[in-house]
């Protein structure tokens, strides 16, 4: 069974960089069969995807983002990572990871817990 | 960007009646590449419906899928204390991915 587990600093300062990582177990971020995403949700808010990443290095964003999200995945601990950066409050909400289902299948069947975030000085 | 609406935003029924959500798109969504997910507090989503009409691995067969093109519909025959949540509709067809605002069912 895919688990997939977040963790990083709760708490950012407006103008830093976020930075998350999640830890795949069960199975593997080198597999070519799926990409790997982010998803937020602000507290009582709905969900709004930030980007992908396949280990072929592919990777897509959502627009209003795509000039501060830098996706990365680590092969040898199993890991891939986001970085968001110039954060500010607006960016406050609980991140997830996700696991597509296979290539060309864009949903998500395998999801991390979540971790929340706050940007506040 | 596929902007989708849904509605109701609140729906409010009893266990036992029928729960029908609606999820519109702004263009047509390629291939009804369109899935429902089920949100409870604090819970990450659960992949319910894709491909518009498939239920996923595990998924009771009160809830259904139908739709195509623009519109699309997540019915729940009958209302199970569980089924108490948040749903929302998201289209994998184009990127960006994009999901809707929400439908919240809760009990009346």
């Known amino acids: 069974q895919v688990q997939l587990q977040e963790s990083g600093p709760g708490l950012v300062k407006p103008s830093q960089t976020l930075s998350l990582t999640c830890t795949v177990s069960?199975?593997?971020?080198?597999?070519?069969?799926?990409?790997w995403s982010w998803i937020r949700q602000p507290a009582g808010k709905g969900l709004e995807w930030i980007g992908r990443?396949?280990?072929?290095?592919?990777?897509n964003y959502y627009p209003s983002l795509e000039n501060r999200v830098t996706l990365s995945v680590d092969t040898s601990k199993n890991q891939f990572s986001l970085k968001l950066s110039s954060v500010t409050a607006a960016d406050t909400a609980v991140y997830y990871c996700?696991?597509?289902?296979?290539?060309?299948?864009?949903?998500?069947?395998?999801w991390g817990q979540g971790t929340l975030v706050t940007v506040s000085s | 960007e596929i902007v989708l609406t849904q509605s109701p935003g609140t729906l409010s029924l009893s266990p036992g009646e029928r729960a029908t959500l609606s999820c519109r798109a702004s263009?047509?969504?390629?291939?009804?590449?369109l899935a429902w997910y089920q949100q409870k507090l604090g819970q990450a989503p659960r992949l319910l419906i894709h491909g518009a009409s498939s239920r996923a691995t595990g998924i009771p067969d009160r809830f259904s899928g139908s739709g195509s093109g623009t519109d699309f519909t997540l019915t729940i025959s009958r209302l199970e204390p569980e089924d108490f949540a948040v749903y929302y509709c998201?289209?994998?067809?184009?990127?960006?991915?994009?999901f809707g605002g929400g439908t919240k069912v809760e009990i009346e």
């Open positions: 996700a696991r597509e289902v296979a290539n060309g299948y864009n949903y998500w069947n395998y």
């Open positions: 990443m396949h280990i072929s290095g592919s990777t």
């Open positions: 263009q047509n969504v390629r291939i009804s590449y």
């Open positions: 069960g199975g593997s971020v080198s597999s070519g069969n799926y990409y």
């Open positions: 998201q289209q994998y067809g184009t990127l960006p991915l994009t």
